[in-house]
Every structure is written in C-alpha cells, then in structure tokens.
C-alpha cells in the first residue's frame, strides 16, 4: 500500500507568518491529494482537492501545490483560527491513507 | 442543507458487534460513493473503509486493520449507509465518522462514539 508522510509534525509560527507543510506519497498518486484541516474537539473540514483546488467558502491565505509524490500545504498569513491539525490524504485508490497530521499553533 | 447523521455508537465488550447508522439528506445519496472514517482519542485519522455508488456495483474496500471483520453496506431507499462491526478489539475504540467522498471528503457528520472495552 502507498504510505503518506507529513512535516513537520508540529510547527508553531506567529500571526501573519507564512506556513508551509510537506506531504510525500510513497508511490505516484498523480493529482488526487486532498488537504483537511481539523481545528480541536470539531469535525475535519476539506480544504483543498485536487491537490490545488480550493474547496468553496474556504479563505484564499490556503494555497496547495503538487503532484506525483510531493505536495505542500502553504497558509500565506497565519491567523489565530488557524490553530489546527491538517492532514492529507490520497484519494486515487483504496486504501484512501491519511497522513499523520501536523498540528499548528500560534 | 447538505448533512450526514451517524447513529448506532455505544459501549460494547471486546468480541462483541455493533452497527453504525449514517443518514443522508440534502444531496443525492444514490450516486455517492460513502466513506468512513475513525479517529481514537488524540491520534490521527484512520481511513475505515468505503461503498460505491450502484453505478459502480456497490463495490466495498477497506482498510487492512479492519477487513474480515467490518462491513460497510447501504440502503439508497433510506438514503443511508451502514458500519456493521464484528469481532471488536480495544482498538477500535474511536469515533467513527461518515462522510461523503466527491473530490476529497467534502461532507462529514458530527461522529458517534464506540468503546470497546470489558
């Protein structure tokens, strides 16, 4: 099975900085990588499919790149409700495996 | 409104069965590919498994900690999906959510709580 990595596995920046997260697929999943984010005690929220398609309603500081085997998260201006774990996750194929997370504070 | 409203969790003893309950409403179930999804308390989330729409013969997968012991089903009549577990370990103890696969998991519902435990 393709395995999903993520990093950092936690990271903590300032309001306003730029935030960049890694997620590597152990084998090539094209374009079918989605990003969630899941702020604490609430349900996970897409955020971005395709690997760069912004979900609707979702604010423009989320920005997602990549293809194949690597793909980034980047928040262009962090804000406090930005405090959160995000994940990723491949969607080409069963198993649809999840990242571990990576948790941003503030 | 679009919505997913899982029902069916409790406690229940190691061995032992229990059948998760998703309601849809708002969108056409019929042709969505049903999801769920599982997350112990403080870890990760754990892909579970998923049913296809009928277009594409109800096919099932899951994820290789739960097969043979997890069957996910639905009922396009009701308009619901279904998580029937069997053989339940202290490790799946987690809250167990449905969603909605579109492009990524675009709708989930609020969860329902299984504990595992003697």
């Known amino acids: 099975d393709i395995q999903m990595t993520q990093s950092p596995s936690s990271l903590s920046a300032s309001v306003g900085d730029r935030v960049t997260i890694t997620c590597r697929a152990s084998q090539g999943i094209s374009n079918y990588l989605a990003w969630y984010q899941q702020k604490p005690g609430k349900v996970p929220k897409l955020l971005i499919y395709?690997?760069?398609t912004l979900q609707s309603g979702v604010p423009s500081r989320f920005s997602g790149s990549g293809s194949g085997t690597d793909f980034t998260l980047t928040i262009s201006s962090l804000q406090p409700g930005d405090v959160a774990t995000y994940y990723c996750?491949?969607?080409?194929?069963?198993?649809?495996?999840f990242g571990p997370g990576t948790k941003v504070d503030i | 409104e679009v919505q997913l409203v899982e029902s069916g969790g409790g406690l229940v003893q190691p061995g032992g069965s229990l059948k998760l309950s998703c309601a849809a409403s708002?969108?056409?179930?019929?042709?969505?590919?049903m999801h769920w999804v599982r997350q112990a308390s403080g870890k990760g989330l754990e892909w579970v498994g998923r049913?296809?729409?009928?277009?594409?013969?109800?096919?099932?997968a899951y994820a290789a900690s739960v097969k043979g012991r997890f069957t996910i089903s639905r009922d396009d009549s009701k308009s619901t999906a279904y998580l029937q577990m069997n053989s339940l370990k202290t490790e799946d103890t987690a809250v167990y959510y449905c969603?909605?696969?579109?492009?990524?998991?675009?709708?989930w519902g609020q969860g329902t709580t299984v504990t595992v435990s003697s």
């Open positions: 708002g969108f056409t179930f019929s042709g969505s590919a």
């Open positions: 049913v296809r729409s009928k277009a594409n013969s109800y096919a099932t």
């Open positions: 969603t909605r696969l579109l492009s990524g998991l675009d709708v």
């Open positions: 395709a690997a760069s």
């Open positions: 996750q491949r969607y080409n194929s069963a198993p649809f495996t």
